[in-house]
């Protein structure tokens, strides 16, 4: 069955601290994969996203992802937080190209404290 | 641009009621989907528009749940009989082929 992974319910850290969040999917094929943030009282916006080429993936606010195909990974990272990280983060997947649902972990609450 | 809108913002209603949950996508985006997020989960997959029809509704609990795009543009999810545990936040996103998926800000309904 398609899912998706992630392997910290809750996070917190200082700010300043490195964040890694974990995400492991389960799907055949060729897929597409996606980091999610919802800030507080605001809708699901796109952090970054992964279709093809580079594993190492940029995204907005500094954040980056590596896709592992080896490991079915695609892990979340960046090297100082800031308080304004704090969100809620989801890593999805669907199948590469055409229109395709998204798959949903369940997410991770991260908190930043000053 | 304008973004995905979606109407109510909250939804209150009683248990056994029709309620319908209007989405706007974003002008030009041919693919429109619902999505579903109950507390402490990430959102689940309910149904997707390509154009006019439902290219995708095999995520719809059950026949209670329906949803339409008449003009391939607003969509409705409309549910019947309402139950406590469809309590939940109501997603709807929009897409160009095979490229990323837009989030509107969600319907909250919570049935009593």
Do not use: M
Not at chain 1, 18 to 24: I, P, T, Y
Not at chain 2, 82 to 108: H, I, K, M, W
Request: aromatic fraction near 12%; charge should be neutral; hydrophobic fraction near 35%.
């Amino acid at each position: 069955a398609q899912s998706v992974s992630q392997h910290n319910h809750h996070v917190i850290l200082s700010e300043a601290a490195s964040l890694e969040l974990g995400c492991n999917y389960s799907y055949g094929g060729t897929v597409n994969l996606f980091w999610y943030v919802q800030y507080p009282g605001q809708h699901l916006q796109l952090l970054l996203k992964y279709f093809s080429g580079d594993p190492l993936v940029k995204g907005i606010k500094g954040f980056e992802a590596e896709f592992i195909k080896s490991k079915f990974s695609f892990n979340l990272r960046k090297p100082s937080v800031q308080w304004s990280d704090t969100a809620e983060y989801f890593c999805a997947v669907n199948a590469a190209g055409g229109y395709n649902k998204l798959i949903f972990g369940a997410g991770t609450r991260l908190a930043v404290h000053p | 641009g304008a973004g995905v809108s979606q109407t109510p913002s909250n939804k209150v209603t009683e248990k056994g009621k029709y309620v319908e949950l209007r989405c706007d996508p974003i002008s030009g985006h041919t693919a429109l989907y619902w999505y579903r997020q109950s507390l402490g989960q990430g959102p689940e997959f309910l149904i997707y528009f390509q154009g006019t029809g439902a290219a995708d509704d095999s995520g719809l609990p059950n026949d209670r749940f329906f949803a339409v795009r008449p003009e391939g543009s607003v969509s409705t999810l409309k549910i019947q009989r309402t139950e406590r545990g469809d309590s939940a936040v109501y997603l709807c996103a929009s897409s160009n082929v095979g490229e990323t998926q837009y989030f509107g800000p969600g319907t909250r309904l919570l049935v009593l």
